[in-house]
Protein backbone atom coordinates (compact mmCIF):
# COMPACT_ATOMS: atom_id res chain seq x y z
CA UNK A 1 0.00 0.00 0.00
CA UNK A 2 1.45 3.21 -1.01
CA UNK A 3 1.68 5.77 1.68
CA UNK A 4 -0.15 9.02 1.62
CA UNK A 5 1.56 11.75 -0.56
CA UNK A 6 2.71 14.85 1.45
CA UNK A 7 3.15 17.70 -1.46
CA UNK A 8 4.86 20.19 1.01
CA UNK A 9 7.66 17.60 1.51
CA UNK A 10 7.98 17.31 -1.92
CA UNK A 11 9.15 20.56 -2.76
CA UNK A 12 13.14 19.96 -1.01
CA UNK A 13 13.92 16.84 -3.40
CA UNK A 14 12.69 18.82 -6.80
CA UNK A 15 14.17 22.27 -5.95
CA UNK A 16 17.59 19.17 -5.19
CA UNK A 17 16.75 17.52 -8.73
CA UNK A 18 16.61 20.91 -10.83
CA UNK A 19 19.70 22.41 -9.15
CA UNK A 20 21.60 19.22 -9.94
CA UNK A 21 20.82 19.21 -13.66
CA UNK A 22 21.21 23.08 -13.88
CA UNK A 23 24.98 22.64 -12.48
CA UNK A 24 25.26 19.50 -14.73
CA UNK A 25 24.72 21.90 -17.64
CA UNK A 26 27.71 23.88 -16.49
CA UNK A 27 30.20 21.09 -15.59
CA UNK A 28 30.06 18.22 -18.06
CA UNK A 29 31.40 15.87 -15.03
CA UNK A 30 28.06 15.95 -13.33
CA UNK A 31 26.38 13.97 -16.28
CA UNK A 32 28.19 11.07 -15.28
CA UNK A 33 26.64 11.25 -11.88
CA UNK A 34 23.46 12.22 -14.08
CA UNK A 35 23.98 8.92 -15.62
CA UNK A 36 23.99 7.00 -12.69
CA UNK A 37 20.86 8.37 -11.60
CA UNK A 38 18.61 7.31 -14.91
CA UNK A 39 17.15 4.30 -13.10
CA UNK A 40 15.45 6.63 -10.19
CA UNK A 41 12.48 8.27 -11.96
CA UNK A 42 11.91 4.42 -13.17
CA UNK A 43 11.97 3.04 -9.72
CA UNK A 44 9.93 6.01 -8.69
CA UNK A 45 7.17 5.33 -10.90
CA UNK A 46 7.19 2.12 -10.67
CA UNK A 47 6.95 1.79 -7.23
CA UNK A 48 3.94 4.56 -6.69
CA UNK A 49 1.60 3.20 -9.80
CA UNK A 50 2.41 -0.20 -10.04
CA UNK A 51 4.29 -2.81 -12.29
CA UNK A 52 2.02 -2.13 -14.97
CA UNK A 53 2.62 1.25 -15.45
CA UNK A 54 5.96 0.59 -14.71
CA UNK A 55 6.73 -1.93 -17.33
CA UNK A 56 5.10 0.46 -19.73
CA UNK A 57 7.34 3.07 -19.36
CA UNK A 58 9.97 0.73 -19.74
CA UNK A 59 9.20 -0.44 -22.55
CA UNK A 60 8.27 3.42 -23.77
CA UNK A 61 12.06 4.61 -23.07
CA UNK A 62 13.43 1.27 -24.73
CA UNK A 63 11.18 2.18 -27.40
CA UNK A 64 12.88 5.53 -27.90
CA UNK A 65 16.46 4.96 -27.61
CA UNK A 66 16.06 1.78 -30.16
CA UNK A 67 14.87 4.62 -32.88
CA UNK A 68 17.09 7.11 -31.80
CA UNK A 69 20.05 5.41 -31.60
CA UNK A 70 20.02 1.96 -32.43
CA UNK A 71 19.61 -1.57 -30.92
CA UNK A 72 22.77 -2.09 -29.31
CA UNK A 73 23.02 0.50 -27.08
CA UNK A 74 18.83 0.84 -26.31
CA UNK A 75 19.90 -3.39 -25.47
CA UNK A 76 22.57 -2.56 -23.20
CA UNK A 77 20.32 0.30 -21.82
CA UNK A 78 17.95 -2.44 -20.83
CA UNK A 79 20.26 -4.82 -19.30
CA UNK A 80 21.83 -2.38 -17.75
CA UNK A 81 19.34 0.62 -16.68
CA UNK A 82 15.57 -1.25 -17.35
CA UNK A 83 16.11 -4.72 -15.59
CA UNK A 84 18.12 -2.99 -12.62
CA UNK A 85 15.15 -1.15 -12.19
CA UNK A 86 12.59 -3.63 -12.35
CA UNK A 87 14.16 -5.87 -10.16
CA UNK A 88 15.13 -3.21 -7.40
CA UNK A 89 11.08 -1.91 -7.21
CA UNK A 90 10.03 -5.51 -6.97
CA UNK A 91 12.36 -6.57 -4.09
CA UNK A 92 11.63 -3.13 -2.33
CA UNK A 93 7.38 -3.87 -3.17
CA UNK A 94 8.69 -7.35 -1.21
CA UNK A 95 10.39 -5.26 1.56
CA UNK A 96 13.57 -7.06 1.57
CA UNK A 97 16.33 -5.38 3.32
CA UNK A 98 19.06 -3.42 1.49
CA UNK A 99 21.38 -5.70 0.61
CA UNK A 100 18.95 -8.10 -1.02
CA UNK A 101 17.46 -5.20 -2.72
CA UNK A 102 20.66 -4.68 -4.14
CA UNK A 103 22.43 -8.04 -4.18
CA UNK A 104 19.68 -9.45 -6.19
CA UNK A 105 19.33 -6.35 -8.69
CA UNK A 106 23.16 -6.60 -9.55
CA UNK A 107 23.47 -10.08 -10.16
CA UNK A 108 20.65 -9.84 -12.39
CA UNK A 109 21.67 -6.63 -14.55
CA UNK A 110 25.35 -7.77 -14.65
CA UNK A 111 24.44 -11.55 -15.65
CA UNK A 112 22.25 -9.65 -17.99
CA UNK A 113 24.63 -7.31 -19.63
CA UNK A 114 27.64 -9.39 -19.51
CA UNK A 115 25.72 -12.24 -21.65
CA UNK A 116 24.39 -9.77 -24.14
CA UNK A 117 28.07 -8.22 -24.72
CA UNK A 118 29.17 -11.35 -25.29
CA UNK A 119 26.21 -12.37 -27.90
CA UNK A 120 26.05 -9.09 -29.59
CA UNK A 121 29.46 -8.88 -30.45
CA UNK A 122 30.26 -12.13 -31.37
CA UNK A 123 30.53 -11.30 -35.18
CA UNK A 124 33.51 -9.13 -34.37
CA UNK A 125 36.93 -10.56 -35.33
CA UNK A 126 38.48 -9.46 -32.04
CA UNK A 127 38.43 -11.92 -29.26
CA UNK A 128 36.63 -10.76 -25.93
CA UNK A 129 39.37 -9.75 -24.39
CA UNK A 130 40.65 -7.08 -27.07
CA UNK A 131 36.95 -5.87 -27.58
CA UNK A 132 37.28 -5.18 -23.53
CA UNK A 133 40.24 -3.37 -24.05
CA UNK A 134 38.79 -1.20 -26.32
CA UNK A 135 35.68 -0.48 -24.40
CA UNK A 136 38.12 1.02 -21.50
CA UNK A 137 40.47 3.15 -23.56
CA UNK A 138 37.29 4.52 -25.03
CA UNK A 139 36.22 5.10 -21.15
CA UNK A 140 39.24 6.84 -20.80
CA UNK A 141 38.89 8.78 -23.77
CA UNK A 142 35.33 10.45 -22.34
CA UNK A 143 37.41 11.07 -19.03
CA UNK A 144 40.10 12.52 -20.96
CA UNK A 145 38.13 14.94 -22.69
CA UNK A 146 35.72 15.62 -19.07
CA UNK A 147 39.07 16.74 -17.31
CA UNK A 148 40.48 18.40 -20.38
CA UNK A 149 37.10 20.54 -20.54
CA UNK A 150 37.75 21.46 -16.72
CA UNK A 151 40.74 22.85 -17.60
CA UNK A 152 43.38 19.92 -16.10
CA UNK A 153 47.06 21.06 -17.30
CA UNK A 154 48.40 19.50 -20.54
CA UNK A 155 51.42 17.83 -18.75
CA UNK A 156 48.87 15.99 -16.40
CA UNK A 157 46.78 14.68 -19.30
CA UNK A 158 49.73 13.48 -21.21
CA UNK A 159 51.14 11.59 -17.74
CA UNK A 160 46.97 10.08 -17.62
CA UNK A 161 47.18 9.07 -21.38
CA UNK A 162 50.17 7.46 -20.53
CA UNK A 163 49.07 5.70 -17.91
CA UNK A 164 45.73 4.56 -19.27
CA UNK A 165 47.84 3.15 -22.46
CA UNK A 166 49.79 0.66 -19.83
CA UNK A 167 46.55 -0.01 -17.78
CA UNK A 168 44.02 -0.91 -20.66
CA UNK A 169 45.57 -4.36 -20.79
CA UNK A 170 45.17 -5.52 -17.49
CA UNK A 171 42.09 -3.74 -17.05
CA UNK A 172 40.62 -5.87 -19.65
CA UNK A 173 41.22 -9.16 -17.94
CA UNK A 174 38.81 -7.49 -14.98
CA UNK A 175 36.15 -6.13 -17.03
CA UNK A 176 33.59 -8.38 -16.07
CA UNK A 177 34.10 -7.31 -12.11
CA UNK A 178 34.19 -3.88 -13.52
CA UNK A 179 30.90 -4.31 -15.04
CA UNK A 180 29.46 -5.77 -11.96
CA UNK A 181 30.92 -2.87 -9.65
CA UNK A 182 29.50 -0.27 -11.73
CA UNK A 183 26.01 -1.59 -11.79
CA UNK A 184 26.28 -2.53 -8.24
CA UNK A 185 27.15 1.19 -7.13
CA UNK A 186 24.37 2.52 -9.65
CA UNK A 187 22.07 -0.09 -7.46
CA UNK A 188 23.28 1.39 -4.03
CA UNK A 189 22.93 5.09 -5.31
CA UNK A 190 19.65 4.89 -6.76
CA UNK A 191 18.00 2.23 -3.59
CA UNK A 192 19.69 5.35 -1.18
CA UNK A 193 17.93 8.41 -3.56
CA UNK A 194 14.84 6.76 -4.19
CA UNK A 195 14.56 5.66 -0.40
CA UNK A 196 15.58 9.33 0.39
CA UNK A 197 12.76 10.59 -2.03
CA UNK A 198 10.06 8.54 -1.20
CA UNK A 199 11.03 9.14 2.82
CA UNK A 200 10.52 12.90 2.35
CA UNK A 201 7.08 12.92 0.09
CA UNK A 202 5.04 9.57 1.24
CA UNK A 203 6.91 8.17 4.08
CA UNK A 204 9.26 5.39 5.32
CA UNK A 205 6.65 2.33 5.36
CA UNK A 206 7.20 1.09 2.07
CA UNK A 207 11.07 0.55 2.42
CA UNK A 208 12.73 -2.61 5.00
CA UNK A 209 13.61 -0.73 8.33
CA UNK A 210 17.51 -1.87 8.50
CA UNK A 211 19.87 0.51 8.38
CA UNK A 212 23.32 0.85 6.55
CA UNK A 213 25.00 1.65 8.88
CA UNK A 214 24.36 -2.19 10.61
CA UNK A 215 25.03 -3.58 7.68
CA UNK A 216 27.65 -7.00 8.16
CA UNK A 217 29.38 -8.64 5.35
CA UNK A 218 29.03 -12.29 4.99
CA UNK A 219 32.00 -13.72 7.16
CA UNK A 220 32.35 -16.75 4.27
CA UNK A 221 33.57 -13.07 1.93
CA UNK A 222 37.20 -13.17 3.77
CA UNK A 223 37.50 -16.76 2.39
CA UNK A 224 37.25 -15.13 -1.22
CA UNK A 225 38.94 -12.22 -0.12
CA UNK A 226 42.36 -14.80 1.05
CA UNK A 227 41.56 -17.45 -2.08
CA UNK A 228 41.10 -14.92 -5.03
CA UNK A 229 44.14 -13.14 -3.28
CA UNK A 230 46.27 -16.32 -3.59
CA UNK A 231 44.95 -16.49 -7.24
CA UNK A 232 46.07 -13.40 -8.19
CA UNK A 233 49.66 -14.86 -8.87
CA UNK A 234 48.25 -17.38 -10.79
CA UNK A 235 48.55 -17.57 -14.71
CA UNK A 236 45.66 -18.08 -17.23
CA UNK A 237 42.04 -17.86 -16.70
CA UNK A 238 42.67 -18.98 -12.67
CA UNK A 239 44.64 -15.23 -12.76
CA UNK A 240 42.00 -13.92 -14.40
CA UNK A 241 39.21 -15.44 -11.99
CA UNK A 242 41.47 -14.27 -9.11
CA UNK A 243 41.35 -11.01 -10.03
CA UNK A 244 37.85 -10.38 -11.05
CA UNK A 245 36.90 -12.00 -7.47
CA UNK A 246 39.26 -9.96 -5.30
CA UNK A 247 38.03 -6.65 -7.03
CA UNK A 248 34.24 -7.65 -6.00
CA UNK A 249 35.08 -8.23 -2.48
CA UNK A 250 37.49 -5.02 -2.13
CA UNK A 251 33.80 -3.19 -2.89
CA UNK A 252 32.08 -5.19 -0.80
CA UNK A 253 34.67 -4.61 2.01
CA UNK A 254 34.58 -0.92 1.31
CA UNK A 255 30.73 -0.75 1.38
CA UNK A 256 31.43 -2.31 4.73
CA UNK A 257 33.94 0.25 5.91
CA UNK A 258 31.28 3.07 4.87
CA UNK A 259 28.80 1.47 6.77
CA UNK A 260 31.23 1.79 9.65
CA UNK A 261 31.97 5.16 9.16
CA UNK A 262 28.08 6.23 8.82
CA UNK A 263 27.78 4.46 12.01
CA UNK A 264 29.92 6.63 13.93
CA UNK A 265 28.60 9.76 12.10
CA UNK A 266 24.64 8.91 13.21
CA UNK A 267 26.03 8.05 16.76
CA UNK A 268 27.40 11.32 17.26
CA UNK A 269 24.43 13.48 15.90
CA UNK A 270 27.46 15.20 12.91
CA UNK A 271 25.80 17.56 10.71
CA UNK A 272 24.76 16.60 6.85
CA UNK A 273 27.65 18.91 5.74
CA UNK A 274 30.25 17.37 7.57
CA UNK A 275 29.04 13.68 6.12
CA UNK A 276 29.24 15.22 2.22
CA UNK A 277 32.78 16.61 3.24
CA UNK A 278 33.82 13.55 4.48
CA UNK A 279 32.62 11.24 1.35
CA UNK A 280 34.12 14.17 -0.63
CA UNK A 281 37.38 13.83 0.71
CA UNK A 282 36.83 10.33 0.70
CA UNK A 283 36.12 9.58 -3.11
CA UNK A 284 39.01 11.64 -3.89
CA UNK A 285 41.85 10.20 -1.82
CA UNK A 286 42.68 6.66 -2.46
CA UNK A 287 44.52 6.43 0.63
CA UNK A 288 41.09 6.84 2.11
CA UNK A 289 39.47 4.40 0.22
CA UNK A 290 42.24 1.64 1.15
CA UNK A 291 41.54 3.13 4.70
CA UNK A 292 38.00 1.95 4.49
CA UNK A 293 38.79 -1.16 2.75
CA UNK A 294 40.69 -2.25 5.84
CA UNK A 295 38.30 -0.91 8.58
CA UNK A 296 35.77 -3.35 6.65
CA UNK A 297 37.99 -6.12 6.86
CA UNK A 298 39.17 -5.58 10.47
CA UNK A 299 35.43 -4.95 11.42
CA UNK A 300 34.88 -9.16 10.97
CA UNK A 301 37.64 -9.64 14.10
CA UNK A 302 37.04 -6.53 16.67
CA UNK A 303 33.82 -5.48 15.69
CA UNK A 304 33.98 -1.64 16.00
CA UNK A 305 30.07 -1.25 16.08
CA UNK A 306 30.06 -3.74 18.84
CA UNK A 307 26.29 -5.51 16.83
CA UNK A 308 27.81 -8.99 16.94
CA UNK A 309 25.00 -11.07 18.86
CA UNK A 310 27.60 -13.46 21.35
CA UNK A 311 27.07 -16.50 21.73
CA UNK A 312 26.39 -16.51 25.31
CA UNK A 313 24.14 -13.95 24.92
CA UNK A 314 21.86 -16.24 22.01
CA UNK A 315 21.73 -19.13 24.91
CA UNK A 316 20.58 -16.66 27.20
Not at 77 to 106: G, N, P
Not at 167 to 180: D, E, K, N, V
Not at 204 to 214: E, I, N, Q, V, W
Amino acid sequence: MVDRFHPEKALLPAVVILVFLLLAMFVPPLWVVAGILVPVPLIFVYLRWGRGVGMVLLGLVFGVLFSLVGHKQAVLFFAEYAVLAAVLSETIQFKLSFDKCILFSTLVSAALSIILLLFIFTDRESTLTEFFQEQIEGHFQLSMEALQAMGDKPEELKTMREFASRASGAMAQSYPSLITIGILVTAVVNYCMVRFLWGRIYGPGLFHPARFSGWVAPEQAIWVFIGSGGLLFAEGILGTLGLNLFSLVLVVYFLQGLAILIHFLESRNVPVFFWTLIFFVIVLQPLLIGVAVGLGIFDIWIDLRKIRTKPAEISE
